[in-house]
Structures are given as C-alpha cells and as structure tokens.
C-alpha cells in the first residue's frame, strides 16, 4: 500500500467504523495477551490448519471471525455491535502482528522442499517496513495500538526482539521491556 490514495482510503475505511481504541484495551499487557489469544484462532481456525486467510471460503471466515469474537468478550468489555467488534480485532492483531514480525531477527525467506528457509532481518529492511507500519499508525489510530502492543506480545510469548532500524519516534519504542535484544 504504498500509493497515497491506496493509504487515505484506508484512512477513511477504518475511520467508518470505530477511530479510537476502546478503553478496556487501555492496558497494554492486556492488548497483548488478546492478540496472542485470538492469534491461533484466526490463522488456524478450529480444525488446527494453518491457512492463508485470503484462501477461506465465506462459511469458514465467519466461524474464524466468530471465534475471536467470543474470545475477545472478557478483554474487549464494552458492548458494541459484532462487525465493529470484530473490525476492530481485525485492526488491532494486524497493527500488533506487522510490527512483531519486524522485530523478529528473522524472516521467512521462503520454503525449499518442505523446510522453512530464514534470513536475517537487516537494518534497513526494518526501516522500510517501519515507513508503512508507522505511517498506517498514524492514519489508524486501533492499527496503531496494535503495533504499540508488540513488544508486550513478544513477552507473551517469550521471543527477544531488536528495535535496530525503527525510527526514534515510532509507537513501538513507548513500551519496550526485557525482551528487547539489540
């Protein structure tokens, strides 16, 4: 989404349904602890396989959608419609999960004959993904507690991180804990 209209449309996508976080998501361990507990269920689904999302079909993505709908209910605690419910979720696990992801020290690189191949996550491939990240943060402000969330998650789950190539003034660095390794 590098195009700017691509960028403000999604602005106004997100700005439809709910602009600002809701205030039982204020904490961010609690954030944290959501995404990890909706993480599973929304890439395996019940069944346990692990697809990509764009390849479910209709009945499918709803039971997925449905299911971090009822997990999210004692964190997420206002009441509000299911679609914003559900939107919101949306927002926040992809702001968390992007930026955890260009954390890692790794990436995927690709697959070769069954085996997950990883290469090193460089200086400045993280500036480049922290460019988009921290500009959807700006334009969408769930996204964005999201991807302030993403070090608390990586506690979740107890994975180091490095924050080398994130810019000074990026939403992630506000809260950095132990895991953080440079």
Known sequence: MSDSNMITAY?????????????????????????????????????????ILIDLDDPESDQRLNEIA????????????????????????????????????????????????????????????????DLLSKTDLIYGSGVEAAPAYKKVVKEYYSLNGVPSNSIIRKYTNEYQKE
């Open 11 to 51: 602005s106004w996508a997100a700005g439809l349904f709910q602009q600002v976080l809701p205030s039982s998501l204020a904490d961010i361990e609690k954030r944290a602890r959501l995404v990890n507990e909706i993480d599973t269920s929304l890439v395996k689904g019940k069944n346990g396989q692990n697809k």
């Open 70 to 133: 009822q997990i999210s209910i004692p964190y997420l605690t206002e009441q509000i419609d299911d679609i914003l419910r559900k939107n919101i979720l949306l927002r926040l696990w992809t702001g968390c999960m992007e930026a955890a992801k260009a954390i890692r020290f790794t990436y995927v690189a690709g697959i070769r004959n069954g085996v997950v191949i990883e290469a090193p996550i460089s200086i400045e491939y993280r500036q480049s993904l922290f460019n988009l990240i």
